[in-house]
């Protein structure tokens, strides 16, 4: 598994596109983790309030706050890193490297736990700049202090690092059933942000739908489990009601799906002549 996964880091650590792409998430999540400040004293000097509130004292930047706010919003750049993983798996099946693993006599099992530890390294890099980048933004910011308020609802980074890996897994599968790059971003995009909101919006919503079973069936859409995992926080700021912590029944919808996609992937790289 070692020898697959150094293999798995001499693929990518040479290729432009896979740094390219590290770059643009990581200045994603640094404008997200630090651009709130600046876009509040933007709201502030274009004279906009909130009731007569200054937008500046709003605390998205207070522990424990900051880490449902900063994953909520990191949780959108996420795509990124699916890019990642989508061109790399295209790479091995365009330049036929997954069989020349195979020869070389790398298993099919360890190439799944190669890509596997791959999105984990990944997710964990993430999850780690996140963390760093609230750490800092809160020890700025925020008006409240103390160890157990700073690394309060700490599980919202767990929940980070999940999403992205089970996020990612999906990735993969498809870049196997499509085997096409292009086409996999395009339909992953467009399912995440187009296709199944605007499904899941019309069964909790139309007249038809919302007073049936259907908002419920929609809680296990696969994006919409993985966003109810962390959901929108900032309603908290004019009195409304959120889900301040982690749903476990999203997580484990999320889980099922996760299993469900590694299976499928095992299951086509092992039955499929990967010529």
């Known amino acids: 598994m070692i020898r697959a996964l150094k293999l798995e880091w001499l693929k ?14 990581l200045l994603a999540l640094l404008i997200i983790a630090s651009g709130g400040a600046l876009f509040l004293e933007w709201l502030k000097d274009q004279g906009a309030d909130f009731n007569g509130i200054d937008p500046t004292i709003l605390p998205i930047f207070d522990f424990p706050d900051i880490w449902q706010n900063i994953t909520y919003l990191g949780s959108f750049a996420k795509i990124f890193v699916a890019f990642i993983v989508i061109i790399s798996v295209n790479n ?17 099992k360890e190439y799944l736990a190669s890509k596997m530890m791959m999105i984990v390294a990944l997710a964990a890099t993430s999850t780690l700049f996140v963390f760093v980048s609230g750490l800092i933004n809160g020890m ?3 008006h409240v202090f103390g160890f157990s308020v700073v690394f309060d609802n700490m599980q919202f980074l767990f929940a980070y690092f999940y999403d ?14 499509i085997k096409k790059s292009g086409f996999v971003i395009v339909a992953l995009f467009l399912y995440t942000f187009m296709f199944e909101p605007i499904a ?6 139309a007249p038809y739908f ?25 309603g908290k700021y004019i009195f409304r009601e959120i889900q301040d912590y982690v749903s476990i029944k999203s997580f484990l919808i999320s889980l099922g799906w996760f299993a469900l996609y590694l299976g499928s992937i095992s299951f086509i790289l092992n039955k499929r002549d990967l010529k």
Not at 164 to 177: M, R
Not at 200 to 205: K, M
């Open 210 to 234: 919302k007073d049936g079973i259907m908002p419920q069936i929609a809680q296990f859409f696969p994006i919409k489990a993985l966003n109810n995992l962390i959901t929108v926080p900032f």
């Open 164 to 177: 992205i890996v089970v996020y990612c897994s999906l990735a993969f599968l498809l870049s196997l059933i």
């Open 12 to 25: 990518i650590k040479n290729y432009r596109v896979f740094w390219i792409l590290i770059s643009m998430y």
């Open 200 to 205: 899941v919006a019309i069964f909790e919503n």
């Open 92 to 108: 091995d099946l365009t330049y036929n490297t997954l069989r020349q693993n195979v020869i070389d006599g790398i298993s099919k």
């Open 140 to 142: 700025i910011y925020s």
